[in-house]
């Protein structure tokens, strides 16, 4: 027979967030994987945090809704609050009972801030791969490296001269009936690094990838994979440069300290004498794409990789593999969202991007960990 649309409120629940999710979804095995990881960071937050005064929220409860902001894509921390309010799959994530009120979006940033001053990113981005399950999906001998350009949340229009310098306000005064947002006419000025900055955001540069693209302003994010499961080691982000990736891959390589030789996959950006080199010197075999292009006069670029590294079968598999670095820049720009970054500020947006990396770990772990 036909039910009753019929609005039947009940005055008590005793049915838990708990209950309410599925024994088999996948942010079950996540949050083993997670809660683990801040179990060992519980010193770091007891570090941070003042012995006196009022509570504030748990960073272990802080850095679970900002993975679910990363895992669903979600464009803002007031969005994450209020889906905070009435979803129950992210607040038995998080944490929360059923009853709880949900953090104001004010103050849910300024704990977030607090998180900065203490590397809590990398930290936790470490505690995951330390793992015993995690750690075993690892290779130690062969590792890939690559960088992206990461939109900075400003405006071209504030793109200013630097105070001092000699070219002046190249931007024509506004009409007076413009409004806020006023026209500007960038066309035939010449604007650079050297002579103007972002008032918006002062860290972040112009930057164009290749020949024929054009110059977009961002930050330059950079991570280290491991070939065997494809899993990130490190993260880091700085700014856009010419020399910021080959830069960024000797600082990532510098923290792992490994004392055995082993091989690092790139793509022709990396292929420059200085830097192989530099790799050799680290007995790091350098298996990067060799970068042959025909220069302006008409001769061959002359590579720095030489046969004693391409006659080796594992310098094809590792040309083959380092494809697959690919596949977590994709998911960090696609799936979380950060394409473009919702900071400002080179160490906020390195602290976010770091975060991020570790959220695309997490996602892809838990198959590879039952496999």
């Known amino acids: 027979m036909r039910g009753e649309d019929r609005d039947s409120g009940t005055l008590f629940s005793y049915v838990s967030c708990e209950a309410r999710v599925p024994a088999d979804h996948p942010l079950r095995a996540i949050r083993a994987i997670v809660d683990e990881a ?109 960088g992206m350009l990461i939109e900075a949340w400003a405006s071209m229009k504030s793109f200013k001269p630097k105070a001092g310098s000699d070219d002046g306000d190249d931007q024509a005064p506004p009409k007076a009936d413009s409004g806020r947002n006023a026209e500007r006419d960038f066309r035939g000025k010449r604007r650079s690094n050297a002579t103007h900055a972002f008032a918006t955001d002062p860290d972040a540069q112009l930057y164009r990838k290749g020949d024929g693209q054009s110059s977009r302003l961002c930050f330059m994010g950079h991570l280290l994979m491991e070939n065997r499961h494809g899993l990130i080691v490190d993260a880091m982000l700085t700014r856009a440069t010419g020399t910021a990736e080959r830069e960024a891959a000797m600082a990532m390589l510098e923290r792992r300290k490994s004392r055995r030789r082993i091989t690092l996959g790139a793509d022709k950006a990396y292929d420059v004498s200085g830097f192989v080199a530099d790799l ?22 002359k590579t720095a990789i030489d046969g004693r590294t391409t ?16 596949e977590g820049f994709g998911w960090i720009k696609t799936s979380a969202g950060y394409a473009k970054t919702r900071h400002r500020g080179l160490q906020r947006v390195d602290w976010q991007f770091v975060l991020t990396a570790a959220a695309c770990n997490l996602v892809r772990q838990p198959k590879r960990i039952t496999m």
């Open 38 to 146: 801040l179990e060992v960071l519980s010193a770091e937050f007891e570090a941070l945090y003042s012995k006196i005064g009022r509570p504030s929220i748990a960073p272990e409860k802080l850095l679970r809704a900002l993975l679910l902001q990363a895992f669903y894509g979600l464009r803002s921390e007031r969005l994450l609050m209020e889906q905070l309010d009435y979803n129950l799959l992210f607040r038995w994530f998080v944490g929360l009972p059923m009853d709880a009120p949900v953090w104001d979006v004010t103050v849910f940033t300024k704990n977030r801030e607090r998180l900065l001053a203490g590397e809590i990113a990398a930290k936790f981005l470490a505690a995951v791969l330390g793992q015993p399950r995690v750690k075993a999906l690892l290779s130690n001998e062969h590792f890939s490296v690559d």
């Open 280 to 301: 050799r010197r680290r007995r790091v075999t350098p298996h990067i794409a060799i970068d042959g292009h025909l220069t302006k006069t008409g001769k061959r670029r």
């Open 311 to 326: 006659r080796h079968p594992g310098y094809l598999a590792s040309q083959r593999l380092r494809k697959r670095i690919e």
